[in-house]
T-cell receptor, first 110, second 112 residues
Framework: NAGVTQTPKFQVLKTGQSMTLQCAQDMNHNSMYWYRQDPGMGLRLIYYSASEGTTDKGEVPNGYNVSRLNKREFSLRLESAAPSQTSVYFC?????????FGPGTRLTVL | DQQVKQNSPSLSVQEGRISILNCDYTNSMFDYFLWYKKYPAEGPTFLISISSIKDKNEDGRFTVFLNKSAKHLSLHIVPSQPGDSAVYFCLLTGGGADGLTFGKGTHLIIQP
């Protein structure tokens, strides 16, 4: 089992560019999450999906959209990247309670 | 207003001694509490958890204590080992995904 995988590992964007961060899990978990982590901050929830076909906003959803493509995959899209979105992005999945995290995507917006 | 506080940004402990990491919260809605460990350039790794119906859970060198009346969660690591050097986050959950809140983390450094 690969667990939770994320692509890409690193990305540099210019302000205004768009991109999609991909996340997949092979643990048959119902729930999936996207977080961002900034220096000196804990992980903050951007969006989550409690089950296939549903998505909900978390604490910091502005500037992002998500798609729960199927049970395995949950993508995060930045339509028009801004320097404030420079961060490390983590995807996670859970069945009940415990969340399992991917390795992260380090995004820099110039 | 922070609902979850890890008041020590860093903690230095000698190898072999006990490490105690703390997490304080304000909201009684939290009912499931987790600790994660994070190395640089990696995702958080689940360590141990406890539900609100318990006050202690143990797994090898790791013990989590929950004091509901004081709204205080702690993680004890004994004996501390060099590989324990990492950032530790508490994650508190309750009331669905709206109630997911991470602490800001404590950087634990194990001195040889």
């Amino acid at each position: 089992n690969a667990g939770v995988t994320q692509t890409p590992k690193f990305q540099v964007l210019k302000t205004g560019q768009s991109m999609t961060l991909q996340c997949a899990q092979d643990m048959n978990h119902n729930s999936m999450y996207w977080y961002r982590q900034d220096p000196g901050m804990g992980l903050r929830l951007i969006y989550y999906s409690a089950s296939e076909g549903t998505t909900d906003k978390g604490e910091v959803p502005n500037g992002y959209n998500v798609s729960r493509l199927n049970k395995r995959e949950f993508s995060l899209r930045l339509e028009s990247a801004a320097p404030s979105q420079t961060s490390v992005y983590f995807c996670a999945s859970s069945l009940v309670g415990t969340q399992y995290f991917g390795p992260g995507t380090r995004l820099t917006v110039l | 207003d922070q609902q979850v506080k890890q008041n020590s940004p860093s903690l230095s402990v000698q190898e072999g001694r006990i490490s105690i990491l703390n997490c304080d919260y304000t909201n009684s809605m939290f009912d499931y509490f987790l600790w994660y460990k994070k190395y640089p350039a990696e995702g958080p790794t689940f360590l141990i958890s406890i539900s609100s119906i318990k006050d202690k859970n143990e797994d090898g060198r790791f013990t989590v204590f929950l004091n509901k009346s004081a709204k205080h969660l702690s993680l004890h690591i004994v004996p501390s080992q060099p590989g324990d050097s990492a950032v530790y986050f508490c994650l508190l959950t309750g009331g669905g995904a709206d109630g997911l809140t991470f602490g800001k983390g404590t950087h634990l450094i194990i001195q040889p």
